[in-house]
């Protein structure tokens, strides 16, 4: 772990999936169920570029790009946006520590959720017994502009009253990065060899940072 001790933060901004919650199978077998639907090639395991794209951008910007040219691209979301998100839950589990570490934080600071996941983040806080921790969630339906944009993470500073520099934000991806810098918060990497304040591997290495 990599850090540079920090004072004065009054808020700690998750990022959903790779860093609360290890969802690759899940949003791999959500995708692949519009594709299976509307008759597209297979999506590829191997593709790297591809399971970038569905692990971090929001499912808006990941239907655009599967259905480039495709007519029907609106109806794809439309099919996306019917899909009942629990049967996917057993893709699913939360980072090792996390709960710990939130319960370490939620009297030291306030806890808020920045993801480009749409609809479906109030129900996995909900079935894993998270939302109670959380009383500023941010998704990609709340925002006209979703990460890398800065808008979502701004939203977050503007409900708490801080400034960039009160805020922290844990994210795995260079969406997530690039959000962080353009809102000028300090970007905490997990699990990954991004740049930013500190490069942490386990959830509890934050509390070193308050």
């Known amino acids: 772990m ?14 959903c999936d ?100 749409s609809t479906s983040v109030e129900m996995l806080l909900e079935d894993f017994g998270l939302t109670p921790y959380f009383d500023c969630v941010m998704t990609a339906a709340r925002v006209q502009n979703p990460k890398p944009h800065p808008e979502p993470l701004l939203k977050i500073l503007e409900h708490y009253r801080i400034s960039p520099w009160e805020a922290l934000f844990v994210g795995d991806s260079e969406l997530d990065r690039r959000s962080a810098e353009a809102a000028d918060v300090p970007f905490v990497a997990y699990k990954s060899n991004l740049n930013g304040l500190a490069r942490i591997d386990r959830h509890t290495e934050i509390l070193t940072l308050l």
């Open 18 to 117: 790779g860093v609360m919650f290890e969802s690759f199978e899940a949003n791999f077998a959500f995708y692949s169920k519009i594709v299976e639907r509307f008759a597209l090639p297979p999506l590829d395991r191997n593709n790297g570029d591809t399971m970038r794209l569905l692990h971090t951008y929001s499912s808006r910007d990941v239907l655009a790009r599967l259905f480039e040219g495709d007519p029907r691209e609106e109806e794809a979301l439309r099919f996306a946006a019917a899909i009942d998100y629990r049967e996917l839950l057993p893709f699913l589990r939360l980072e090792e520590g996390f709960v710990e570490t939130l319960d370490a934080l939620r009297n030291r600071v306030s806890l808020a959720v920045c993801t480009n996941r």
């Open 2 to 15: 990599t850090v540079r001790g920090m004072n004065g933060i009054k808020a700690v901004i998750y990022d």
